[in-house]
Protein backbone atom coordinates (compact mmCIF):
# COMPACT_ATOMS: atom_id res chain seq x y z
CA UNK A 1 0.00 0.00 0.00
CA UNK A 2 2.90 2.22 -1.04
CA UNK A 3 0.66 4.53 -2.93
CA UNK A 4 -1.85 4.99 0.11
CA UNK A 5 0.94 5.97 2.61
CA UNK A 6 2.69 8.81 0.68
CA UNK A 7 -0.22 10.18 0.00
CA UNK A 8 -1.25 10.79 3.10
CA UNK A 9 0.77 13.96 3.96
CA UNK A 10 -0.02 15.40 0.50
CA UNK A 11 -1.56 18.42 -0.70
CA UNK A 12 -4.02 19.31 -3.60
CA UNK A 13 -2.39 20.97 -6.58
CA UNK A 14 -4.11 24.40 -7.47
CA UNK A 15 -6.13 23.62 -10.69
CA UNK A 16 -4.92 26.55 -12.64
CA UNK A 17 -7.98 27.22 -15.28
CA UNK A 18 -6.55 30.16 -16.91
CA UNK A 19 -4.16 30.20 -20.15
CA UNK A 20 -0.65 30.40 -19.35
CA UNK A 21 0.61 32.99 -21.76
CA UNK A 22 4.21 31.63 -22.56
CA UNK A 23 5.04 34.68 -25.08
CA UNK A 24 7.62 37.15 -24.78
CA UNK A 25 9.04 34.61 -22.10
CA UNK A 26 12.54 32.13 -21.91
CA UNK A 27 10.94 28.69 -21.57
CA UNK A 28 13.08 25.88 -20.70
CA UNK A 29 12.36 22.15 -21.49
CA UNK A 30 14.21 19.58 -18.81
CA UNK A 31 13.64 16.14 -19.31
CA UNK A 32 15.67 12.75 -20.44
CA UNK A 33 15.36 11.34 -23.96
CA UNK A 34 12.37 11.73 -24.65
CA UNK A 35 12.35 15.74 -24.24
CA UNK A 36 15.87 15.62 -26.02
CA UNK A 37 13.88 13.81 -29.07
CA UNK A 38 11.87 17.21 -28.09
CA UNK A 39 8.87 16.89 -30.93
CA UNK A 40 6.86 17.80 -28.60
CA UNK A 41 8.41 21.03 -28.05
CA UNK A 42 8.55 21.78 -31.45
CA UNK A 43 4.80 21.00 -31.98
CA UNK A 44 3.43 23.54 -29.21
CA UNK A 45 5.72 26.14 -30.16
CA UNK A 46 4.26 25.66 -33.70
CA UNK A 47 0.74 25.45 -32.44
CA UNK A 48 1.30 28.87 -30.41
CA UNK A 49 2.96 30.38 -33.19
CA UNK A 50 0.56 29.73 -35.55
CA UNK A 51 -2.31 30.48 -33.20
CA UNK A 52 -0.86 33.97 -32.25
CA UNK A 53 1.38 34.98 -35.23
CA UNK A 54 1.98 38.58 -33.74
CA UNK A 55 4.01 36.69 -30.38
CA UNK A 56 7.51 35.51 -30.35
CA UNK A 57 8.24 32.57 -28.47
CA UNK A 58 11.68 31.69 -26.97
CA UNK A 59 11.63 27.75 -25.95
CA UNK A 60 15.04 25.91 -25.32
CA UNK A 61 14.74 22.38 -25.63
CA UNK A 62 17.54 20.67 -23.63
CA UNK A 63 16.53 16.53 -22.52
CA UNK A 64 19.01 14.50 -22.08
CA UNK A 65 19.32 11.34 -23.05
CA UNK A 66 19.13 8.42 -20.10
CA UNK A 67 18.96 11.11 -17.26
CA UNK A 68 16.73 10.78 -14.24
CA UNK A 69 15.87 13.63 -11.66
CA UNK A 70 16.08 10.92 -9.30
CA UNK A 71 19.78 9.98 -9.42
CA UNK A 72 19.28 5.98 -9.34
CA UNK A 73 20.61 4.07 -11.88
CA UNK A 74 20.26 0.42 -12.54
CA UNK A 75 23.18 -2.21 -12.92
CA UNK A 76 22.60 -2.92 -16.33
CA UNK A 77 23.18 0.69 -17.33
CA UNK A 78 26.25 0.98 -19.49
CA UNK A 79 27.19 4.08 -17.39
CA UNK A 80 25.84 6.00 -14.11
CA UNK A 81 22.97 7.18 -15.72
CA UNK A 82 22.93 11.52 -15.64
CA UNK A 83 21.14 13.30 -12.78
CA UNK A 84 19.58 16.67 -14.24
CA UNK A 85 20.68 18.21 -10.80
CA UNK A 86 24.70 17.54 -12.21
CA UNK A 87 23.43 20.39 -14.98
CA UNK A 88 20.82 22.36 -13.70
CA UNK A 89 23.12 25.37 -12.05
CA UNK A 90 24.63 26.12 -15.67
CA UNK A 91 21.49 25.83 -17.22
CA UNK A 92 19.57 27.95 -14.80
CA UNK A 93 22.34 30.76 -14.77
CA UNK A 94 22.98 30.68 -18.87
CA UNK A 95 19.21 30.50 -19.93
CA UNK A 96 17.53 32.71 -17.35
CA UNK A 97 14.16 31.11 -18.06
CA UNK A 98 11.40 33.02 -17.02
CA UNK A 99 9.00 29.17 -17.07
CA UNK A 100 10.40 25.65 -16.74
CA UNK A 101 8.82 22.56 -18.23
CA UNK A 102 10.43 19.39 -16.51
CA UNK A 103 9.14 15.72 -17.51
CA UNK A 104 11.18 12.77 -15.68
CA UNK A 105 9.56 9.73 -14.49
CA UNK A 106 10.25 6.98 -16.95
CA UNK A 107 14.08 6.25 -16.07
CA UNK A 108 13.77 7.52 -12.13
CA UNK A 109 11.98 4.30 -11.15
CA UNK A 110 14.92 2.39 -13.42
CA UNK A 111 12.42 0.07 -15.00
CA UNK A 112 11.94 -1.89 -11.15
CA UNK A 113 8.64 -2.56 -9.03
CA UNK A 114 7.96 0.21 -7.15
CA UNK A 115 9.57 0.43 -3.85
CA UNK A 116 10.26 3.23 -0.46
CA UNK A 117 13.58 3.77 -1.69
CA UNK A 118 12.69 4.58 -5.74
CA UNK A 119 9.82 6.34 -4.52
CA UNK A 120 11.75 8.97 -2.09
CA UNK A 121 14.59 9.70 -4.40
CA UNK A 122 12.14 10.91 -7.36
CA UNK A 123 10.04 12.85 -4.62
CA UNK A 124 13.33 14.43 -2.83
CA UNK A 125 14.81 14.59 -6.71
CA UNK A 126 11.60 16.80 -8.07
CA UNK A 127 11.01 18.64 -4.96
CA UNK A 128 14.84 19.53 -5.23
CA UNK A 129 14.45 20.91 -8.87
CA UNK A 130 11.59 22.85 -8.44
CA UNK A 131 12.79 24.87 -5.28
CA UNK A 132 16.13 25.55 -7.59
CA UNK A 133 14.43 26.68 -10.25
CA UNK A 134 11.69 29.20 -8.09
CA UNK A 135 14.74 30.79 -6.53
CA UNK A 136 15.87 32.22 -9.52
CA UNK A 137 11.92 33.42 -10.11
CA UNK A 138 11.10 30.83 -12.89
CA UNK A 139 7.55 29.07 -12.80
CA UNK A 140 7.69 26.00 -12.64
CA UNK A 141 5.30 22.96 -15.21
CA UNK A 142 5.98 19.32 -13.99
CA UNK A 143 4.72 17.11 -16.45
CA UNK A 144 3.92 13.16 -15.83
CA UNK A 145 6.13 10.55 -17.58
CA UNK A 146 4.58 9.02 -20.82
CA UNK A 147 2.65 5.64 -20.56
CA UNK A 148 5.09 2.61 -20.46
CA UNK A 149 3.88 0.59 -23.44
CA UNK A 150 4.37 -2.68 -21.85
CA UNK A 151 2.46 -4.74 -24.62
CA UNK A 152 5.02 -3.01 -27.31
CA UNK A 153 7.87 -5.46 -25.99
CA UNK A 154 6.22 -8.82 -24.13
CA UNK A 155 9.40 -10.62 -25.10
CA UNK A 156 11.79 -8.39 -23.00
CA UNK A 157 9.56 -8.19 -19.87
CA UNK A 158 10.34 -9.89 -16.95
CA UNK A 159 8.00 -11.12 -13.84
CA UNK A 160 8.29 -9.48 -10.20
CA UNK A 161 10.62 -12.21 -9.00
CA UNK A 162 13.16 -11.70 -11.24
CA UNK A 163 16.84 -11.08 -10.35
CA UNK A 164 16.99 -7.68 -11.31
CA UNK A 165 15.57 -5.30 -14.20
CA UNK A 166 16.88 -2.67 -16.65
CA UNK A 167 15.49 -0.58 -19.62
CA UNK A 168 16.65 -3.40 -21.48
CA UNK A 169 14.49 -6.11 -19.56
CA UNK A 170 12.06 -3.86 -18.02
CA UNK A 171 9.02 -5.33 -14.90
CA UNK A 172 6.36 -6.42 -16.60
CA UNK A 173 4.16 -3.78 -14.73
CA UNK A 174 6.55 -0.81 -14.90
CA UNK A 175 3.25 1.39 -15.82
CA UNK A 176 2.58 1.48 -12.10
CA UNK A 177 5.72 2.69 -10.71
CA UNK A 178 5.27 5.69 -13.65
CA UNK A 179 1.31 5.60 -12.19
CA UNK A 180 2.07 6.28 -8.27
CA UNK A 181 4.66 9.07 -9.68
CA UNK A 182 2.43 10.69 -11.86
CA UNK A 183 -0.41 10.61 -8.91
CA UNK A 184 2.24 11.92 -6.77
CA UNK A 185 2.68 14.62 -9.34
CA UNK A 186 -0.90 15.49 -9.05
CA UNK A 187 -1.29 15.67 -5.42
CA UNK A 188 2.12 16.16 -3.76
CA UNK A 189 3.14 19.51 -5.21
CA UNK A 190 3.77 22.97 -3.97
CA UNK A 191 0.41 24.80 -4.79
CA UNK A 192 2.43 27.37 -7.08
CA UNK A 193 3.49 24.42 -9.64
CA UNK A 194 1.27 23.30 -12.22
CA UNK A 195 1.46 19.68 -12.75
CA UNK A 196 0.24 18.20 -16.53
CA UNK A 197 -0.88 14.72 -16.31
CA UNK A 198 0.07 13.33 -19.24
CA UNK A 199 0.44 9.59 -17.74
CA UNK A 200 -3.08 9.35 -17.41
CA UNK A 201 -4.03 10.85 -20.36
CA UNK A 202 -2.13 8.73 -22.51
CA UNK A 203 -2.46 5.87 -20.82
CA UNK A 204 -6.66 6.66 -20.88
CA UNK A 205 -5.90 6.95 -24.89
CA UNK A 206 -4.49 3.97 -25.67
CA UNK A 207 -6.59 1.63 -23.73
CA UNK A 208 -9.59 3.35 -26.22
CA UNK A 209 -7.25 2.82 -29.56
CA UNK A 210 -6.49 -1.16 -28.60
CA UNK A 211 -10.15 -1.38 -27.81
CA UNK A 212 -10.68 -1.76 -31.68
CA UNK A 213 -6.70 -2.06 -32.41
CA UNK A 214 -4.11 -4.39 -30.79
CA UNK A 215 -1.43 -2.80 -32.92
CA UNK A 216 -1.83 0.26 -31.72
CA UNK A 217 0.99 1.49 -29.66
CA UNK A 218 2.83 5.46 -29.34
CA UNK A 219 6.34 3.72 -28.63
CA UNK A 220 7.42 0.69 -30.32
CA UNK A 221 10.35 0.01 -27.62
CA UNK A 222 7.90 0.59 -24.96
CA UNK A 223 9.32 3.78 -24.32
CA UNK A 224 10.18 6.09 -27.15
CA UNK A 225 6.79 7.54 -28.36
CA UNK A 226 6.81 8.07 -31.69
CA UNK A 227 6.05 11.35 -33.95
CA UNK A 228 2.53 10.49 -32.89
CA UNK A 229 2.84 10.31 -29.74
CA UNK A 230 4.78 13.11 -29.26
CA UNK A 231 1.79 15.10 -30.88
CA UNK A 232 -0.68 13.81 -28.35
CA UNK A 233 2.06 15.15 -25.66
CA UNK A 234 2.24 18.48 -27.08
CA UNK A 235 -1.78 18.39 -27.48
CA UNK A 236 -1.63 17.68 -23.36
CA UNK A 237 0.57 19.73 -22.71
CA UNK A 238 -1.47 22.57 -24.42
CA UNK A 239 -4.65 21.86 -23.22
CA UNK A 240 -3.28 21.52 -19.45
CA UNK A 241 -2.41 25.30 -19.87
CA UNK A 242 -5.44 26.17 -20.72
CA UNK A 243 -4.11 26.63 -24.47
CA UNK A 244 -6.59 26.00 -27.58
CA UNK A 245 -4.72 22.69 -28.74
CA UNK A 246 -7.33 21.70 -31.81
CA UNK A 247 -4.55 22.48 -34.48
CA UNK A 248 -2.41 19.04 -32.45
CA UNK A 249 -5.48 16.58 -33.12
CA UNK A 250 -3.84 13.12 -34.11
CA UNK A 251 -5.88 13.51 -37.71
CA UNK A 252 -3.96 16.75 -38.29
CA UNK A 253 -0.39 15.23 -38.62
CA UNK A 254 -0.24 14.84 -42.03
CA UNK A 255 -0.33 18.62 -42.52
CA UNK A 256 1.00 19.60 -39.78
CA UNK A 257 4.49 17.90 -41.25
CA UNK A 258 4.16 20.00 -45.00
CA UNK A 259 3.51 22.65 -42.98
CA UNK A 260 6.70 24.88 -43.59
CA UNK A 261 6.59 27.06 -40.56
CA UNK A 262 6.29 23.85 -38.82
CA UNK A 263 9.57 22.74 -40.32
CA UNK A 264 11.40 25.67 -39.94
CA UNK A 265 10.19 25.59 -36.26
CA UNK A 266 11.45 22.30 -35.76
CA UNK A 267 14.65 22.88 -37.57
CA UNK A 268 15.25 25.68 -35.19
CA UNK A 269 14.36 24.06 -32.39
CA UNK A 270 16.36 20.90 -32.73
CA UNK A 271 19.29 23.35 -34.10
CA UNK A 272 19.32 25.36 -30.32
CA UNK A 273 18.74 22.04 -28.53
CA UNK A 274 22.41 20.96 -29.83
CA UNK A 275 23.75 24.14 -29.12
CA UNK A 276 22.67 24.74 -25.93
CA UNK A 277 22.66 21.52 -24.56
CA UNK A 278 26.79 21.32 -25.25
CA UNK A 279 26.75 24.43 -24.01
CA UNK A 280 25.30 23.57 -20.21
CA UNK A 281 27.42 21.07 -20.33
CA UNK A 282 26.43 17.55 -19.23
CA UNK A 283 27.94 14.33 -18.34
CA UNK A 284 27.16 10.61 -19.79
CA UNK A 285 30.29 8.47 -19.37
CA UNK A 286 32.08 11.49 -20.26
CA UNK A 287 32.30 15.29 -20.02
CA UNK A 288 30.70 17.41 -23.13
CA UNK A 289 30.95 20.86 -23.16
CA UNK A 290 31.82 23.96 -25.48
CA UNK A 291 32.70 27.32 -24.56
CA UNK A 292 30.16 29.44 -27.00
CA UNK A 293 26.92 29.41 -27.97
CA UNK A 294 27.06 32.24 -30.48
CA UNK A 295 27.57 30.27 -34.03
CA UNK A 296 24.11 28.67 -32.86
CA UNK A 297 22.17 31.78 -31.84
CA UNK A 298 23.39 33.24 -35.28
CA UNK A 299 21.64 30.30 -36.93
CA UNK A 300 19.00 30.33 -34.79
CA UNK A 301 18.10 34.10 -35.41
CA UNK A 302 18.27 33.43 -39.65
CA UNK A 303 15.73 30.84 -39.48
CA UNK A 304 13.56 33.22 -36.51
CA UNK A 305 13.93 35.53 -39.71
CA UNK A 306 11.97 33.15 -41.77
CA UNK A 307 9.84 31.92 -39.55
CA UNK A 308 8.81 35.64 -39.16
CA UNK A 309 7.99 35.93 -42.72
CA UNK A 310 5.79 33.22 -42.56
CA UNK A 311 3.61 33.90 -39.71
Not at 12 to 17: E, F, H, I, L, R
Not at 55 to 75: C, I, P, Q, R, V
Not at 146 to 153: E, L, N, T
Request: glycine content about 6%; aromatic content about 10%.
Amino acid sequence: MLVGIFLASCHPTVDKSEEMDLSNQKVLFLGDSITQAGQYVGFVEYALRKQNPEDDFDFYSLGLNSETASGLSEKDHPFPRPCVHERLANALEKIKPDVVFACYGMNDGIYHPLNEKILDAYQKGILSLIEKCRETGAEVVMISPPAFQAYAIQKKLRSADAEDFSYRFPYENYHQTLEAFSQWLRLGLPQEVTCVDLNTAMTNYLIEKRKNDQSFVFAKDGIHPALGGHLFMAQELLKGLGTNADLLAQENLADIKKDELYQLVEKRRQLRSRGWLKYVGYTRGKVFKTDSVSETESRASELLKEIDAIN
